[in-house]
């Protein structure tokens, strides 16, 4: 059975999903088409329902639940590893209101997070996450919301932090931040579910035990990256709650949604969210 899979060629998917994709574990038959791209690209395309299993952001996943149920394991959640907010010049959060900010999407979990800390900031531009560091230099932009390896970047191109959304959200909700997840159409029958879940559980494991097994397809995606900015994305986007969500995630996920929709910045969801 072939399955269409989407995910990003950021460290952490590349490392999640290496040995279900080249046959390092056993994937029970299923083979996958993938289809690679950005976050955001990917988000898109689920809202349309063209993809059987894919990555998205919790924002996003928000607005797919109707097509799509989430996976215990592939998700992205953690502490210390939320998107930050940063500018050129000092700028103080009680200013952001009234910035101009880069966003790296409109369904991305990251801008969700900026809607709750700061829901009068409306003047929110959307632009490739790679982008954003350049925009804020460059004087595109007052501020940029930086996702991913660009967190570790920033500071050496002289921009700074306004805020970093992961405390402001750890510190509200006492919860890991729940930023990307792994989802299948609803239309596939419970028993594929549980086994795709399963797959990716095994994936994930196999790359904990051979690290050196993920690495060629890591840096064949990642060729620009420093080998320890590489590794810091890893380690702080694969973690316990990648390979089981448990009851704690499945809770963080929970309060991200209620937190949202208190604020009407997501749909009314009803039904099940998860595949358990």
Known sequence: MKLTLGFSTCPNDTFIFDAAVHHKIDTEGIEFDLILGDVEELNQRAFKGEIDITKLSYHAYFYAAENYVLLNSGSALGNNNGPLLISKKKIYPD?????????????????????????????????????????????????GLIIHENRFTYQAKGLKKIIDLGEFWETKTKMPIPLGGIVINRKHPKELQVKISNIIKRSIEYAYKNPASSLEYIR???QEMDAEVMKK????????????????????????????????????????????
């Open 233 to 276: 994305h890893i380690d702080l986007y694969v973690n316990n709650f990648s390979i089981d969500l448990g009851e704690k995630g499945k809770q963080a996920v929970y309060t991200l949604y209620n937190e949202a929709a208190e604020r009407d910045l997501v749909p009314e969801i009803s039904g099940n969210i998860f595949i358990d």
């Open 95 to 143: 200013e952001v209101t009234d910035l101009k900010i880069a966003i790296p999407g409109k369904f991305t979990t990251a801008n969700l997070l900026l809607g709750i800390a700061f829901p009068k900031a409306k003047n929110k531009i959307p632009y490739l996450f790679s982008d954003i560091e350049n925009a804020v230099s460059d004087g595109e932009v007052d501020a």
């Open 220 to 222: 064949q995606y990642a």
